[in-house]
DNA sequence: TCAAAAGTGTTAGATTTACACCCATGA
DNA sequence: TCATGGGTGTAAATCTAACACTTTTGA
C-alpha cells in the first residue's frame, strides 16, 4: 500500500448511538453499563469501532442492528465529537448518530441480552465521557427534524392514536399543545389517514386509528408541525 | 501507554474547510488546487490533519488561522464525511467545518500564498473527493443558521448597509425579497442599529451605515429574518 | 352514574405578503 | 437632466392561538 500521509498520527474512530423510543408517553433513550474498560460500569450509550472495510454510516447501521436485530433503521449523523481526552484509553474520535424504532419492534429478549435499559430522556444519570452532551445534541437536532419531515411515525406503532401522535410532539418539544389546534394541522396532512378501527387500550370510548400513507406523502409532501 | 482497543484498525482523521465569504453581492468559498498527493491538481477546499494532542475543533481552528491568519473565525461543524474511499490513498475519514470571514479582513497575500480562490458558490468546478457535497451540506446548515442568529455580520463589514445585508440575504437563500418588508423587520431588532455615516460607494445618493451591536444583542437575543 | 379520554369550530389578534412612488446625487 | 440606487407605508390575506362543551363507555 502506499501510505501517504505517514507523517500524520492515526486515531481509534468509533461510532455511538443515540436510540430514541417512545413508550408511555415519555421519550427514551436506549442505554446500558459499559462492559468494557475504561469506564466499565458507566452508564453508556451503545457503541462500536468503525472498520477498516466499511464507511462511518455503514458502521452505525452495523451498530444499530447488531444491538436491535433491525436492519435499515432511520438514522442520522449528531455529527463528531473529537476532545482529546474524551476517551481515557486512547485516541478515539466518536460519530455520534440518533436513530429512530418503534419499541413494539424491539425484541425485549434482544435487549436484556445486550444489557441495555429505556430511559426516560428527562431522567437521564451521569454518564460516560461526553455520552450525555451526543444525548443533548441529538434531541436538539431530532427535534428540528421533527417539526418539518414525517419521523414521527418511525417511533409509533403502524396504527396510532391521535392522541398517542399529540403525546409523543409534546415529549419531544417537552412543552404541551391544544388539542384541537393540534388536529387541526393533522387533518389538512391528507397522508395521514383515518381508519375504521377502533383501540380501546387507552380509553372507555375508544379512539379512531390513523397511518401515515408514505406514498401519498411522497406525492404530496407537506408536512408542518 | 495502556492500548484497550489494540484488536481495532485507526484511521486517519482530517478537518476540511468550507469558508464562505460575502462579495459583491455573491456568496463566495475559498477553494484552491490540490498541492499534494493523491489528487494533486483537483480543485479541493483547505483542510489538515487532526494532531495527536489536538481536538477536532481544535485542529479545524489551527485550519482556518493556518490559512487565513485570524485566530477565532466563527466555525461550526458539518458533519463527518467517511466513505471508505473518499481519499484515494489511505483510509482517512474528515470532518468538515464551514466558517464565516469578512472578506476584507483577509489578507490577500496570505490567500495567494496559500494558492486558494473565491469562486461563486453557484460557479463551482467539480471537486476533489466528496468536497462539492461537503460544501453543500455546509450551505445547507448555513441557510438555516442564519434565519435564527445574527451570523450575518461575521460576512460583512463592520459597518454595512440595509441593502447589502439584503443581498447578502438573497445570496444565502438563493431567492430575492421584497425591500420594504425586509427594512421593517430590520427596524424591529435594535441591536441592529443606524449610524449617522453615509456609505457612496454603492450610489450617488449614498446609503446609512448600520452596524450590529452585540451587547445589544445579548440582553435581547430576538433574531429572525 | 360518574370518571376519563375522544372528539369537535369559532373568533380575535398577529404575522405575512404584495405593492409604487419620491428623493438625492454624480455624471 | 436623467439614470441609479435609497428610502418609505398601507391594506388584504393568511396564519396562529385561545378557548369549552358534548359524547361514549366501562367500572
Redesign the pocket.
Given at each position: 500500500m502506499t501510505t501517504y500521509y505517514s507523517e500524520y498520527s492515526k486515531a481509534y474512530v468509533s461510532v455511538d448511538c443515540i436510540i430514541f423510543g417512545f413508550d408511555e408517553g415519555h421519550l427514551r433513550v436506549l442505554i446500558g453499563k459499559r462492559q468494557m474498560d475504561p469506564g466499565r460500569g458507566e452508564w453508556s450509550l451503545y457503541g462500536g469501532f468503525v472498520g477498516p472495510n466499511e464507511s462511518v454510516d455503514e458502521a452505525a447501521n452495523r451498530t444499530l442492528q447488531e444491538l436491535t436485530g433491525i436492519r435499515h433503521l432511520y438514522m442520522r449523523q449528531v455529527g463528531a465529537f473529537g476532545s482529546v481526552d474524551r476517551d481515557p484509553g486512547e485516541r478515539v474520535i466518536s460519530i455520534a448518530y440518533y436513530a429512530l424504532i418503534n419499541v413494539n419492534d424491539y425484541d425485549d429478549e434482544l435487549r436484556k441480552k445486550h444489557g441495555v435499559e429505556w430511559v426516560n430522556i428527562t431522567q437521564l444519570p451521569p454518564m460516560y465521557s461526553d455520552h450525555r452532551e451526543m444525548i443533548r445534541q441529538a434531541r436538539r437536532i431530532m427535534r428540528e427534524k421533527i417539526k418539518t419531515e414525517p419521523i414521527s411515525f418511525r417511533l409509533l406503532p403502524e396504527l396510532f392514536?391521535?392522541?398517542q401522535l399529540q403525546r409523543l410532539y409534546e415529549a419531544v418539544n417537552g412543552e404541551q399543545v391544544?388539542?384541537?389546534?393540534f388536529?387541526?394541522r393533522i387533518k389538512e396532512m391528507e397522508f395521514i389517514e383515518k381508519t375504521e378501527l377502533i383501540d380501546?387500550s387507552?380509553?372507555?370510548?375508544?379512539?379512531?386509528l390513523y397511518h401515515f400513507n408514505r406514498s401519498a406523502y411522497n406525492e404530496d409532501p407537506n408536512f408542518k408541525l
Open positions: 392514536t391521535l392522541t391544544d388539542k384541537r389546534n388536529r387541526k380501546k387507552g380509553s372507555k370510548r375508544g379512539a379512531y
